[in-house]
DNA sequence: AACAGTTTCAACCGCGTCCGG
DNA sequence: GCCGGACGCGGTTGAAACTGT
């Protein structure tokens, strides 16, 4: 006897949402906030499940999304949070509180393993000057090659020791490659049937976020159907242009990472009360499970006055506990910028 | 211009966990 | 403690977009 499905198949309408959908869900939302999944069709009348409901709202019309490029800032953080934590891509996700998990588990599965891959075929032999790096970098590699779906390993120094996250740091942690120059974007998908109705959405939910107590003021208005204004910032470049934007890009992604690199050194000379903070947070974590998060999440909202999350006491967290990790962040900081 | 191969990512599926009764 | 409903998560799929020939 399998088990039964999450709702009623007939009659429930599947694929992608159309704009109309959309604003019947948001407009519901709007009035009952987010929650009681299960009633959502029923009282919207949506031919939609549950669980669609739910996952079309929590990725892409909640506010604050930010959708489009990652910065070399968040490839590094995520890459460091999927070595640390393995697939968790919700607990990844909470770190960076403009991104969904989904957005996440796509990126790192279609962007950053390939970089990660092209990384690990550059140094076929371990070079003597780079050795932890290229093997730590090996390891998480095959990890996540061989064994997509086993996070033993991960879980092993996640959990080992719940009351002292510091003890049982991955010492295998992989870390931040040098960052690559961003991919040739493609036109907006504005273009598109779909996306080109879809200022209407946005002007619903911009409205929404000046009224709704459920919005926080700052965070920016979840963009849907990729209405790239911002992320895509380069969209009319003409092709050819692509060799200059990448070589200045490049200079951008090392900017960003020594500033990454800056802001670890600089928090060695912060007082302790914010680490030791970060450390009890994070010990909670470790101990009761990812939903613990809101008290990071809620440190991590407190200080977000940028446009990155101002992860650093995290950064100081992940690089800190380890010597081996510090030198390897040294060890990019040194490397070719062939990435 | 046309076609084939590749990549991307929105959405689905199934399982695990949580929680109230 | 047990059960069942609801939710959340991670893996996978497949259509659309992109790229190369």
Known sequence: MGRPPCCDKDGIKKGPWTPEEDIILVSYIQEHGPGNWRSVPTNTGLQRCSKSCRLRWTNYLRPGIKRGNFTPHEEGMIIHLQTLLGNKWAAIASYLPQRTDNDIKNYWNTHLKKKLKRFQSSFPQEPPATTSFSSSLTKCINDNDNDDNNDNYHHHYIHKNDN??????????????????????????????????????S????????????????????????????????????????????????????????????????????????????????????????????????????????????????????????????????EILQLPSIF
Request: one cysteine or more; aromatic letters at 4%; proline letters at 8%.
């Open 164 to 201: 002292n996250p510091s003890v049982d740091v991955d010492h295998n942690m992989a870390v931040t490659p040098p960052p690559a120059p961003p991919l040739p974007q493609p036109p907006s998908s504005s273009s598109t049937c779909y996306a080109s109705s879809t200022e209407n959405i």
């Open 203 to 330: 002007r619903l939910l911009e409205s929404w976020m000046k009224c709704s107590p459920l919005s926080k003021p700052k965070l920016e208005v979840g963009n849907n159907y990729h209405n790239d204004d911002d992320d895509n910032n380069n969209n009319n470049d003409n092709n050819n242009d692509d060799d200059n934007d990448n070589d200045n890009d490049e200079e951008d992604h090392f900017e960003t990472m020594l500033s990454f690199h800056n802001n670890l050194n600089d928090n060695d000379n912060d007082n302790d009360n914010d680490n030791d903070k970060v450390v009890d947070m994070i010990t909670t974590i470790t101990a009761t499970g990812e939903d613990s998060n809101e008290g990071v999440k809620d440190y991590i909202d407190d200080d977000d006055e940028g446009d990155n999350p101002p992860l650093t006491f995290l950064e100081k967290w992940l690089l800190d506990e380890s010597t081996t990790s510090r030198q390897v962040a040294q």
